[in-house]
């Protein structure tokens, strides 16, 4: 209870900018203080924080443990190298994948007719041609549920999943129920062909 800008503080109450405590209890920045000392120097450190329009803000990006291109920033926001180095965000030269280590390339369009052996193949993405594996409970899941072998890697099936669920972008729309004049906003921009209700409306549609 009462911790702030901490992570994986468990069992813990009243810790403020602290790390990995367990059971901790007035800490600031992993020290811990008198319940008098915490309280004021907390508020210092907020008044700070506030001078700095830091207060009520996620954690500075430049401290990310990730580069920005390596994490999901990079589908929603892209930038490229010399904008995230702008902005002093790390970048990671050589992230991590395989190319052109294919054995399979012709993958069976129905799951009743692989087998076993795939587990032992080398796929690659028919997008990035990022070289993937397909691991035993995968395999089982794609069977239970009479799935394909997927022909894109992780990374391009994620992509794929972050445009099915809408830009990170609201736009001030009209209810297109007619009669009605409730305005909101929504994350289906104009251009796009779904009808659109305030919430009124399409609860009553719905129900």
Same mark, same amino acid.
């Given at each position: 209870?009462?911790?702030?800008?901490?992570?994986?503080?468990?069992?813990?109450?009243?810790?403020?900018?602290?790390?990995?405590?367990?059971?901790?209890?007035?800490?600031?920045?992993? !020290?811990?203080?008198?319940? $008098?000392?915490? &309280?004021?120097? =907390?508020? @210092? %450190?907020?008044?700070?924080? /506030?001078?700095?329009?830091?207060?009520?803000?996620?954690?500075?990006?430049?401290?990310?443990?990730?580069?920005?291109?390596?994490?999901?920033?990079?589908?929603?926001?892209?930038?490229?190298?010399?904008?995230?180095?702008?902005?002093?965000?790390?970048?990671?030269?050589?992230?991590?994948?395989?190319?052109?280590?294919?054995?399979?390339?012709?993958?069976?369009?129905?799951?009743?007719?692989?087998?076993?052996?795939?587990?032992?193949?080398?796929?690659?993405?028919?997008?990035?041609?990022?070289?993937? !594996?397909?691991?035993?409970? $995968?395999?089982? &899941?794609?069977? =239970?549920? @009479? %799935?394909?072998?997927?022909? /894109?890697?992780?990374?391009?099936?994620?992509?794929?999943?972050?445009?099915?669920?809408?830009?990170?972008?609201?736009?001030?729309?009209?209810?297109?129920?007619?009669?009605?004049?409730?305005?909101?906003?929504?994350?289906?921009?104009?251009?796009?062909?779904?009808?659109?209700?305030?919430?009124?409306?399409?609860?009553?549609?719905?129900?």
């Amino acid at each position: 209870m009462d911790v702030a800008y901490s992570d994986f503080c468990q069992s813990s109450n009243n810790c403020f900018g602290s790390v990995a405590l367990k059971h901790g209890e007035y800490s600031i920045f992993n !020290k811990q203080y008198t319940k $008098e000392e915490y &309280f004021a120097l =907390k508020e @210092k %450190i907020i008044e700070h924080m /506030k001078k700095g329009r830091e207060w009520g803000e996620f954690f500075p990006m430049q401290y990310s443990p990730f580069a920005y291109n390596e994490s999901m920033a990079m589908i929603d926001f892209p930038l490229t190298k010399e904008e995230a180095l702008s902005k002093e965000l790390n970048w990671q030269e050589n992230i991590q994948k395989t190319l052109g280590k294919t054995t399979l390339k012709n993958i069976p369009d129905n799951i009743n007719n692989v087998d076993d052996s795939i587990l032992n193949e080398i796929l690659e993405c028919d997008v990035c041609k990022r070289n993937y !594996k397909i691991v035993p409970d $995968e395999l089982a &899941f794609y069977r =239970k549920w @009479k %799935i394909p072998i997927p022909v /894109k890697c992780f990374f391009c099936r994620l992509k794929k999943r972050f445009e099915l669920r809408g830009p990170s972008k609201l736009w001030h729309r009209k209810c297109m129920k007619p009669g009605c004049i409730n305005e909101f906003e929504t994350s289906y921009a104009p251009n796009r062909p779904e009808i659109v209700y305030c919430e009124v409306c399409y609860q009553n549609e719905v129900a």
